[in-house]
């Protein structure tokens, strides 16, 4: 079975791997992939691998990064020209962002402070995580909204604690987000960020990709029982996704739902 953890902090995958900046051949699969997030037009992940961060292209490309030795990363996105990727310091955990303009070079561009935190959603101006227990059980809510001045710690009214966010995606009129729990994921929208509403559930997924299209929410995400690919909106039915069956959801860039298969990065248009 497949449980929230698995679809929140990244597949296993089997992929070819980077021993120096570049692309490159040989060593070992990575540990876990993040979202998925558009690099000059080419959709790319950040996988771990051999203790280190690489980024892969879905062009079959494999870059070792810098900057990442200390991170424990969850979601990837992008804001149109440069990259945010979003987790915490890893050891106790401090909920930290990273930002990079050609996906190899990071520097760190937010922390929390004084608690147990995570981010495990970004886009390009908010990110979600929460404050945790001991077991990393998420416990309260916490978001950042990227201002003028930087990255600033913003309220969040609306969404259920307890709950890590699976998923995060702006909408012409605001952001919508992701939560899975035993059952489903509980899906939420918001127009600042701040306060949240809900939506109809989707029932038996994992939720780990949304994007605003026709005036629906779309979803992609795994079976919770089984992993199968499926996609659908949300309201609507479950259907099989146009992927492979071991296709693990990832999230969605641009026009794009991003996937990991047989140890590549895969995207299929929406």
Known sequence: MLDRRTFVLGAAVTAVAATSVGTAHAAAPPAHATGAASLGGTPVTLARIDGRWALLGDNGSVRITTGLDNADLVDLADDGTRLVAAGSLAGDPVAALWTSTDGVTWHEARRLHGT???????TGTLALGSVVRHERAAEVRVAVRRTASGWTTTPVRGLADGLLASALATTPGGFVCASVDSAGTR????????????????????????VATSGAVRWFGN?????????????????????????????????RSAWLSGGRLLTTAI
């Not at 109809?200 to 949304?210: I, S, Y």
């Not at 659908?232 to 990832?250: H, T």
């Open 116 to 122: 147990r935190s995570e981010f495990t959603a970004v």
């Open 187 to 210: 899906v939420h929208t918001s127009a600042d960020g701040v306060a949240w509403s809900e939506l109809p559930r989707v029932e038996g997924v994992a939720v780990r990709g949304l």
């Open 223 to 255: 079976e919770i029982a089984g992993s199968a690919p499926l996609t659908g909106v949300v309201g609507g039915s479950p259907s099989p996704a146009a992927v492979p069956a071991d296709a693990k959801a990832l999230g969605v860039t641009g026009a």
